[in-house]
């Protein structure tokens, strides 16, 4: 049980939610508990739709969580937002004491504030090396005076994205501090403890692994059943996604497209006008997101989803002759590859890099991701289609993933759920990160883009339903089942008033406290 201790929480967005609930069982245990929103504008915005249940739901209905906020770095790096004054000195001793898992360099390419260079979202502003380095040394100042202001025992969290967590993991693990967050190793429900952001599977998750491989068939029974009732599904895609975008397949009416976008300018309004939020912000200040610009981009977002999703010159239908290799795209920018696969973010340069390695007569399959839709350029899209061995296939040909990965050699991913269900359904893939269920047999770790040709020519059918059921066990071992996505809607509802709080709801907390209580003793 987590009692008598000193816990800070770290929030951002919607991810604050559930936290707020959490906060008061844990001050119900006599814990010292603190509250440290990491995201720039979030603290520093005057109360509006966009921070009202967040930063400001902790500052006026939690009056005994320590807040922290960054309306002094803010103020800060606006200061010397044109000619940033850079303490090069100190930025070399951090890069000297908080560098165990990343350098510097790499810690920034976690945030997409200062990776405009590396996305399509034209709200944020390019940021010079200055202002980024700037920006660096501002978040360790700013977590180094919250870690020794607040002196926590052990600081719990349920996200990975941004640059201060990526400064948090780092002084955490110089300090000794136990930071716990969730890692995702794809199976149902069930989430993971992390002490390091998911850079890579904990040891002992590894040692578990090895434990479980080392059982009988039939002390894996459960978990075997689970595989092969798998592999004889129609449709393999995740219930938490239906209803979501990532399950849409034809594209939203013109009617409901256009109520949707005169909900985001009413949005909008209300945060940049109504509640004065324009006499904030700088010009192209990197910190912050040009909101006028922000609700120009949903209004190309949905004009281009529109395109998309019916019949285009950009997505092809596949050929049912075709020997392919499957390739399914990521969100840019997402922490699924910004912060877990940094040197792997480019994914026009990975496709060009899989196209040279391609046994001959075979073509490699790209896919679009479905929450992607809209936010990648034309240019992109024109750029895939000039390799000729490569084609950017119609995203709702099939209307589930199985298809797609029965169909193909093999799949490639920097670190998505498609390798994972590859190896459930007895197919081999390469990523490029350490994820969790990198364990699999089958699942193979690229290191370099010249491994590729040997990797992907042993591509074919596997018998490795031992290693997936011996990873089923070791997550259930280890892991929970909480429904994020669901906990996270549910807090939200009951905190603007839309629901009243249920003893299931509370259950759910419950098990989310569990959770982080069992991660600290393993």
Known sequence: MIKNKRVLLLCKESFSFPLAFISKDLLN?????????????????????????????????????????????????????????????????????????????????????LTRHYHTRDYFSFSTYEQSIKFIELGYSKVLDVIDEFKPDVILDIDDAELLRTIMVEVA???SIPYITFDYPRFENYIIPTFNLGLKYENY????HKYFLKQSQENLKVEYDYILNFRNKTTIMPDKFKGTITSQYKPNSILSTLKYLVVKFFYFWNVLIKNRNYKLFKKNNILYSNLIKHFLFYVRLEIKKQILLRKNKYFVTPDKDDTYVYMPLHLIPESTTFVKAPFYIDELHIISQVSKSLPIGCFLYVKEHQSMLGERSFEFYNKVKQFPNVKLVEINYYDDPKPWIENALGVITIAGTAAYEAALLGKQSVLFSDVPFSLIKGINRAYSYEELPKLISNFGDINNIKSCAAYLATVKSIGSQINLKHLM?????????????????????DELLKFFEKALIQ
């Open 205 to 208: 998750f590894f040692e578990k």
């Open 173 to 175: 693990f110089k300090k």
């Open 489 to 509: 809607v549910e807090s939200e509802a009951i905190l603007i008033g839309k629901k009243k709080k249920s003893d299931e709801f509370q259950n759910q907390i």
């Open 29 to 113: 245990l006599e814990n010292n508990v603190g509250v440290f929103f990491i995201n720039p504008e979030e603290s520093y915005q005057n109360k509006s739709l966009y921070n009202e249940n967040t930063f400001y739901h902790f500052k006026e209905n939690l009056k005994d969580v320590k807040l922290f906020g960054l309306q002094d770095l803010c103020r800060e790096f606006n200061d010397n937002f044109s000619n940033p004054i850079i303490n090069m000195s100190k930025l070399s001793e951090i890069e000297q004491e908080y560098t165990h898992f990343k350098n510097l360099n790499l810690q920034a390419t976690s945030s997409q504030l």
